[in-house]
């Protein structure tokens, strides 16, 4: 998604510039073109020449000079996809706010007609100044796009810890492809998705579960938000993060979750079933421990847990349904039937046998089948861009009214 695309990387005067080499680093790996432009107050914390070895082109510090012969800021601003200022210092954002342009970023920021993307850093106090509130109130109005800071220790010792420190590179990335997503084909969609994989225990340690761990669940609900939806997610175990912009909810079991999305269901929206929900489950939990030492023979007896997607079907109006499924043979024929009798707009099915699919894979390659019968082999992307595919096909069933 960030393959080819120009960012312009805009560093302000704050403790946190050093992280923009992490984030320039991430970009450059994601194959994405990167010019960086850098305040004069940004030049006492890192040094131009770190941004131009990471980036691959000359730092951009002055207004009216440029490495590539035009005037910078008219430059960068027609050059860029998107530009994002990280860190944006309560500085910044203020003159921003106000129209003031006495630098290279504030210059590039007015000239600019392509989305800009504030990531502030800053002393927590300063965060929560009715006057930084003030500022970032009507940059957002004006239709600026921001990446809020998260909580944690100040760059201080003297400062106790709270709101300000520069959000993750994962999030300042996720910021950036939020913008560059500019046809919002889900907005106003209500949508409710599941993640991840259940635990069934049949002791206080142990269980019966599989090898789920969330991403592609995590992916779809991601771009959902990117794609302008209003995104409720239940997930199981997992040890992602949640997306920014998305409703979570934890559980553990089947009958969690089965609860939760009754509960839930979007009645006039969407629900995507992509969680590897456990089929069965312990008849009964022991209340202690097995010990393998045990002298008592024990046969785990099993029992069925609800199927969610079936049970939604019952309840299904003028929704979307979108099911997944595993499969290690007989693809086609085991997921078209589950498309038929849970009463499926779409299926996604994937084995997890195919090199670089399935589970614990930054990609998958996946087939989607359709209600009328057609099916689409796509090729092995990453799960980011998998979950853009389906929700562009679920997009074209809102827009016909299915």
Partial sequence: MLEGRKIAVAVTGGIAS???CLLVRELIRANAIVRVLMTRSACEFITPLTLKVLSGNPVVLDTYSSAHGDVSHIDLAKWADVLIVAPATANTLAKA?????????????LATRVPVVFAPAMNTGMWENAATIENILKLRERGALFVEPEYGSMASQKEEDGMGRLAS???????IRRALIEDKQLAGIEMLISAGRTDEYFDPVRMISNRSTGKMGFALAKMASFMGAKVNMVSGPTSLKSPRGVTAQFITSAREMYEYVMDAYPENGVLIMAAAVSDFRPAHILENKLKKDSDDKVNLRIEPNPDILLAAAARKRKGIHVGFAV????????????????KLDLIVVNNPNTPGA??????????ILHA?????DLALKSKLMLA????????ALANKGV
């Fill in 388 to 395: 853009k595919d389906i929700l562009e096909r679920v997009a």
């Fill in 97 to 109: 706010a106000h129209g003031i342009a006495d630098n290279i970023v504030t210059t590039t920021i």
């Fill in 169 to 175: 590179e994962e999030d300042l990335l996720d910021g």
């Fill in 358 to 367: 399935g589970f614990a894979h930054e990609t998958n390659k996946a087939r």
């Fill in 372 to 376: 009328d019968g057609s099916v689409e």
């Fill in 18 to 20: 050093y992280k923009s």
């Fill in 327 to 342: 499969e290690t043979e007989n693809e086609l024929e085991n997921a078209r039937n589950k498309l038929i009798r849970k």
